[in-house]
């Protein structure tokens, strides 16, 4: 009987330590709207929520373009906690209807890896010549 109980033990612990990324975003686009290219650049925030019970970390933020910039904490962000994400969007040498990536690479605390995409977009009125 403490056999029992203790295989079934280990088989619950075993589950927990296999747990998926469980991570939510408070969005996962952003409309910047119309962006003046001589305004310099416009930022945003993203939130991310660890839901799971281990800590997450984001291993890496890669975007579409070189006028996409992401940072992102280097330190896992621990289960129930907040990350904030922010991107900045450079509009210099940039026109029209823009739409970025960031794609962020995520692992859990038990080897779990996830990927989620991050948009940005928006309208680019170039600057008078």
């Known amino acids: 009987m403490a056999l029992i109980a203790a295989l079934v033990c280990a088989g619950v612990t075993f589950a927990a330590s296999k747990e998926d ?3 939510k975003f408070d969005a996962t686009t952003f409309d ?6 001589d ?9 991310m929520t660890n839901e799971g019970s281990v800590p997450v970390a984001i291993l890496s933020a890669s975007t579409s373009c070189g006028c996409t910039r992401p940072e992102f904490p280097k330190k896992p962000v621990a289960a129930g906690k907040t990350a ?24 859990s605390a038990s080897g779990k890896n996830k990927r989620v995409t991050l948009k940005i977009e928006g309208v680019v009125v170039p600057k008078d010549k």
Do not use: C, M, W
Not at 32 to 37: A, D, K, L, R
Not at 39 to 47: A, C, K, L, R, S
Not at 90 to 96: C, H
């Open 21 to 23: 990324v469980t991570v």
């Open 32 to 37: 910047f709207g119309t962006i003046y290219s």
């Open 39 to 47: 305004n310099g650049p416009v930022t945003h925030v993203f939130e």
């Open 84 to 107: 904030k994400i922010k991107v900045s969007f450079l509009p210099e040498a940039q026109k029209g209807e823009i739409r970025r990536d960031i794609k962020l690479r995520l692992k």
